[in-house]
């Protein structure tokens, strides 16, 4: 996936910490560690719009896009392993 | 009523599911030993097998070794279904789980769709036999067709829902990693 979440840096420049985000924004902290290792497949605008809420940014201070081409295995052009 | 999760007619459809996987058990449980004693007696006993009773007696239509290849094929017939319906029980486990598109349930309803093609490659060797045998196969004949349309069709279905729940896996993993 080339589009990049920075919650790492963000919540560094917040100093505040995973957890104590999915205690704020409502959702757990696996699911947050999901977005921030970049395996999500999707984001709801309801999560991003929760997430700035909570960390007080734009949603371009979280997202970010890699010109750069990637061998991630979660392409939409990856098979889907279930064959 | 719901389609899904407990009280739903998954769950009543899991429970007709179970009766009829415990029937086929309890089938192969008793054929089972059946073949083994017709084949202890297969050496000693009359060319034709005989069984008295209350005062009437029963003759097999069947020579003793057609008697028991026939015995055989059942067990072997209904332990196809034992698996069978095993692979079932296990897919409706998942509906009453309100999880139907599990990953799992696109292997199991493959191995349902292979296992109805040995069924009814079978049943053609059996039919075959059945003709060797001579005119005392005359009663046992279930039909003189060789080729069932429907049981194909079935198995085609069966396949065809194994795709749809691979898509639907497919997409029950993108709704995961959805945040």
Redesign the interface.
Known sequence: MTIRVRLDRVLYERRMSLSELADRVGITVANLQILKSGRARALRISTLDALCRALDCQPGDLLGFDHSPTDDPDSPDAEDGLD | MRALGPESVSSFLKIAVDVVYAAACIAVAVVGPLCLVMLVYLPFGPAVPRLSLGGHLWVSPLPTLALVAVLLVVEAYVGCLVVILNRIRRIMETLVRGDPFH?DN?ARLRWVGAAMVGLEAAAYGVRALLDQVGPHSAALRASDGWFNPTAWFAVLVVFVLAEVF?EG??LR??SE???
């Open positions: 990953p696109v691979r896996a497919r993993r993108d990693l959805t945040i």
